[in-house]
């Protein structure tokens, strides 16, 4: 059966390690467009981030982006949007706070954030988006954000999890695209959801879809997928879920699964 879509993970997917499309996977995917095959973006990063890329690639599919909780199109049509619920962002930044954890708050596709630290700086500088500073991101969680995002070294964010489990509830899904994040979506959201709308619109089966991630928030997307894919540098256990394991994204691993099942 040919594959007919293709979903794409960003950092460290088709991302290389200067976060940037190789010239290699540029040419794949422009060349899967030319047959006609639906290609889009499934990525963590906010919509505004994820568009950059997304026009350098000349696409003009909706973009999942949030993990799913935000479906736009580069026209600036809104397709879904599930931000998390206001209570489980309040809950979060109170976790948060307590442990002094830096957060990154994206409200409107905006990001704020109530300290310029170490982290603030390497994602100012992964992201190519200049946060708000604010004294307090309680006085600007008014209403609810796209995602709360808690970011420190992976041995304080795993002794957190649980309890950050525990205080959300169903409330919330927490997720991880790096060691260093933890990442707070509407608890009905995920790169799969975000998938399955997409083939729904494009009346596309999932047996037809391809999706290429790196970690443990593709894992949805990689089990739903026809030919779900792991990168060479995933964890193991995100490898185990996939069909087929490619090359890291340093040695241009998305193109390579692009060129050997779609072209």
Known sequence: MPYRFLALDLDDTLLNEEGRISPRNRAAVRAAQARGVVVTLATGRMYRSARAFAEELGMVVPLITYNGALIKDNAGRVYLDRPLPLTAARIALNVAREHDIHVNLFLDDELYVDRDDEWTERYRRSSGVTPHFVPDLE??????PNKVLL?????????????????????????????????????????????????????????E????????????????????VAMGNAPP???AKADYVTAKSSEDGVAQVIERFIL
Not at 172 to 184: V, Y
Not at 209 to 228: F, K, P, S
């Open 139 to 144: 006085d600007v969680l008014t209403h609810a």
């Open 151 to 207: 970011i420190a070294e992976p041995e304080r964010l795993n002794s957190l999890r649980p309890e950050l489990a525990a205080r959300l509830g169903q409330e919330a899904r927490i997720t991880s695209s790096k060691p260093t994040f933890l990442e707070i979506i509407h608890p009905e959201v995920s790169k799969r959801s975000g998938i399955e709308y997409l083939l729904a619109s494009f009346g596309l089966r999932p047996e």
């Open 209 to 228: 879809a391809v999706a290429i991630g790196d970690n443990y928030n593709d894992l949805e997307m990689i089990d739903l997928a026809g030919l779900g």
């Open 237 to 239: 256990e995100v490898k």
